[in-house]
């Protein structure tokens, strides 16, 4: 079941990004990384066809983002991911100065927002992002549970 609001463009581009990661057989992650509203830097899961374990949809789309702004640095930047990211990718967040966090579907097995180690919240975080789960949850849900469906 879809939402009965409009989709905001960058979670639509989100997802179009994971519909891809699975085509390619990767894991169906997409992340969108926005400033001012425009998009500066997207990914999809790539950690199968790059042969790098740090490949994660998040991951990609800062990277691009800070190579395209020319600065590490994300401040003022909003990231769009169609899964609650993982210890790893929060970390990233933090260091890049990520403003607003938007995911869709929460991780309860690897997420670190609302899950797991709530990295956000600890007192070691030095940087914490406005956070909005729940976007395109069901979307990105049946994407997910789809694709783990054909491999069992």
């Given at each position: 079941?879809?939402?009965?609001?409009?989709l905001p463009d960058p979670m639509r581009r989100a997802l179009a990004l994971a519909r891809a990661a699975e085509t390619?057989?990767?894991?169906?992650?997409?992340?969108?990384?926005?400033?001012?509203?425009?998009?500066?830097?997207?990914?999809?899961?790539?950690?199968?066809?790059?042969?790098?374990?740090?490949?994660?949809?998040?991951?990609?789309?800062?990277?691009?983002?800070?190579?395209?702004?020319?600065?590490?640095?994300?401040?003022?930047?909003?990231?769009?991911?169609?899964?609650?990211?993982?210890?790893?990718?929060?970390?990233?967040?933090?260091?890049?100065?990520?403003?607003?966090?938007?995911?869709?579907v929460g991780d309860p097995k690897g997420g670190a927002i609302e899950q797991g180690p709530r990295l956000f919240a600890?007192?070691?975080?030095?940087?914490?992002?406005?956070?909005?789960?729940?976007?395109?949850?069901?979307?990105?849900?049946?994407?997910?549970?789809?694709?783990?469906?054909?491999?069992?």
């Amino acid at each position: 079941m879809s939402s009965p609001f409009p989709l905001p463009d960058p979670m639509r581009r989100a997802l179009a990004l994971a519909r891809a990661a699975e085509t390619a057989g990767e894991v169906p992650i997409g992340a969108v990384v926005t400033r001012n509203g425009i998009i500066i830097g997207e990914g999809e899961n790539r950690n199968r066809r790059d042969h790098d374990p740090t490949a994660h949809a998040e991951i990609v789309a800062m990277r691009a983002a800070a190579i395209h702004l020319g600065d590490f640095r994300l401040t003022g930047c909003d990231l769009w991911v169609t899964l609650e990211p993982c210890p790893m990718c929060a970390g990233a967040i933090s260091h890049a100065r990520i403003a607003r966090l938007y995911y869709a579907v929460g991780d309860p097995k690897g997420g670190a927002i609302e899950q797991g180690p709530r990295l956000f919240a600890q007192p070691q975080c030095l940087h914490r992002p406005e956070v909005y789960g729940g976007l395109a949850e069901a979307e990105a849900s049946a994407l997910l549970r789809d694709f783990f469906a054909a491999r069992r």
